[in-house]
């Protein structure tokens, strides 16, 4: 789950027309343009995605006549969309506005190139979606390398992370250490925000 003011701030989009949901339900971490679906066609149609809009699909929706526009949106918000985001800082025809009040669709905007947009759209949801696990041990970057320190309590792991800090290499996280994989072949290791920015050294105490 995605929770939908999250997702509006940490991406700074605007709200154009608002949802009554708080959350929204998404399993791949990727975005759709509806294109095909503007013109009718919705075989393997990621509705389950947020559908980025862009000057193409803008323009094309414009050169719609009315009658015509309110049948392909009515047909394209009945499908249960997390949002619609429309790119370049377009204004969007009021029908489709008035349409993704009457579906609990939220319309947003940014300023941002599509491209641009779909891009940081992408890495949040990779950021959010990605397989997650907590290990113990101390992570350091070490000369801009991760580092994370293992072994049984006691064996010295704050003790050697302090050396490190002493000589000028950075503390990521001591003791808890939450491991997210954002593709295949990377991951983020961070400090939970309870106990970010403390070591717990044996001996001492926290500090």
Not at 49 to 65: A, C, H, I
Not at 102 to 120: E, W, Y
Not at 133 to 156: A, K, R, W
């Amino acid at each position: 789950m995605i929770n939908a003011q999250d997702f509006i701030k940490s991406l700074s989009l605007q709200v154009l027309s608002p949802s009554s949901r708080t959350t929204w339900e998404m399993h791949a971490a990727d975005i759709n343009r509806p294109g095909l679906q503007f013109v009718g066609f919705y075989e393997y149609f990621a509705y389950e995605r947020p559908q980025v809009v862009g000057k193409v699909e803008m323009t094309y929706l414009e050169s719609l006549p009315e009658h015509v526009l309110e049948e392909r949106l009515e047909r394209f918000f009945s499908f249960p969309m997390p949002c619609l985001i429309i790119c370049r800082g377009m204004t969007p025809p009021e029908m489709l506005l008035e349409l993704a009040r009457k579906h609990d669709v939220a319309v947003l905007g940014t300023d941002m190139i599509t491209t641009r947009f779909s891009v940081n759209a992408i890495n949040y949801l990779n950021q959010c979606l990605a397989p997650r696990s907590t290990l113990h041990g101390v992570l350091l970057d070490v000369y801009g390398v991760g580092v994370l320190i293992t072994g049984e309590s006691g064996v010295g792991k704050s003790e050697t992370a302090l050396e490190l800090i002493k000589r000028g290499h950075q503390l990521v996280a001591d003791d808890v250490v939450d491991v997210c994989r954002v593709t295949d072949n990377r991951l983020v290791g961070e400090s939970p925000a309870t106990i970010r920015h403390f070591m717990e050294i044996r001996g001492i105490g926290i500090t």
